[in-house]
């Protein structure tokens, strides 16, 4: 499909407007997240050794993350089902991202509770950061990315055809330049990233709630879509199973 059909196929189905919005919303999250955490970074990291021993850790750490989570992601699964797993990962992006931006906003007033830990504001933000940006990749590749392509399973053909294609055209794309469009346009207004940060912790807490939304929704009808699926499997179980007539004699 053009750019255009795709556009209108979205906007037709709500069932893939929600998928839409849950790919768009990684995106541009992720995006938001990955840049302001590692301007952190390099503000508490100066030193290019500094900074290439903490991502070697960062890397080291998200690899161990993903592995545990894909060995938990078929438990999650089978427990709580395709809802709980959906809305894992936009719940760990809200709550790291609570704690980032308020490290990064209100870090003077919470300096003195900080120290006792022996770190700074900025250092504790970087920490924050980290572990953020750790679960919400693990937990993409082991719970977002299996949710979305299961949640082409219960569609018919050309739905499934249809809706992979224009998430693929749209999408995809969309998700990843949204949020550097954002920051640019941040920067261009307030005149740098440190100034925009406000706004941008703003923008993500929209887009997640927007995100989980989407989620929520998308359940329902993927919930609905699967019983229906379930539910003719049984009645063409049921037609392919032969009843025998057994004859009775004269005495009964």
Known sequence: MTTMESLKFLVSSPYIRDLATLVVAYGIS???????????????FPSPNEYSSFMGDFSTATGV???????????IFDK??????????????LLTGVGFFSLILFGGPIAPIIAKFGMTP????????????????????????????????????????????????????LGKSGGA?????????FGSLANSTPYLGGILLVIVLAWLAA??????????????????????????????????????
């Not at 709580?80 to 992006?93: M, N």
Request: charge should be negative; hydrophobic fraction near 45%; glycine fraction near 4%.
């Open 65 to 75: 993350a993903t592995f545990i989570m894909m060995l938990l992601s078929q438990f």
């Open 30 to 44: 992720i995006n938001l997240v990955e840049v302001t955490w590692k301007s952190k970074l390099k503000a508490q």
């Open 181 to 189: 469009l954002i920051q640019q346009f941040m920067i261009l207004t």
């Open 122 to 173: 900025l250092l504790a933000a970087v920490y924050v950061g980290a572990l953020q940006n750790i679960f919400s990749k693990s937990a993409k590749y082991s719970l977002f990315d299996p949710c979305k392509e299961m949640a082409y399973i219960p569609l018919d053909e050309d739905t499934k055809v249809k809706g992979k294609a224009a998430i693929d055209v749209v999408c995809n794309p």
């Open 215 to 252: 989620a929520k929704s998308l359940d329902t009808q993927f919930t609905a879509l699967h019983r229906e699926e379930e539910l003719e499997k049984e009645m063409e179980n049921a037609e392919a199973i032969d009843i025998p007539v057994v004859a009775e004699n004269i005495e009964g």
């Open 80 to 93: 709580y089902g395709w809802g709980v797993a959906a809305k894992i990962t936009p719940t760990v992006l």
